[in-house]
Nanobody
Framework: DVQLVESGGDSVQPGGSLTLSCVNSGDTLPSHCMGWFRQFPGKEREGVGFVYAGDSDSEPKYADSVKGRFTISKDNAKRTVYLQMNSLVPEDTAMYSC????????????????????WGPGTQVTVS
């Protein structure tokens, strides 16, 4: 069973940085695809990026809107996936959530929320 909890959300000024964490207190992560998503008020969730935790060489994939600014990393020993966000702009203001599914993920379809089966409650990021 996967139980995800995000942390690290905060209010920051434009140009600032934040690192979000997603801890899984249930199953081990190595066999899971881990995704980061965000939801703007009144909008549907959008994919930020994902990484396959089961391969030490797995390269994260990102949405075009965050490429070059956001970085996903993982620490399987801590059952944690991170989202480092740099050069934040007000348009990054959203509720950020992590998600998981026991699967190998390589292609961009894993930026779609429907691919995932477990979700954390989210953490708010405000840039202003």
């Amino acid at each position: 069973d996967v139980q995800l909890v995000e942390s690290g959300g905060d209010s920051v000024q434009p140009g600032g940085s934040l690192t979000l964490s997603c801890v899984n207190s249930g199953d081990t992560l190595p066999s899971h695809c881990m995704g980061w998503f965000r939801q703007f008020p009144g909008k549907e969730r959008e994919g930020v990026g994902f990484v396959y935790a089961g391969d030490s060489d797995s390269e994260p994939k990102y949405a075009d809107s965050v490429k070059g600014r956001f970085t996903i990393s993982k620490d399987n020993a801590k059952r944690t996936v991170y989202l480092q966000m740099n050069s934040l702009v007000p348009e990054d203001t959203a509720m950020y959530s992590c998600a998981a599914r026991r699967a190998i993920c390589r292609d961009p379809s894993w930026l779609r929320p429907a691919r995932y089966t477990s979700w954390g409650p989210g953490t708010q990021v405000t840039v202003s």
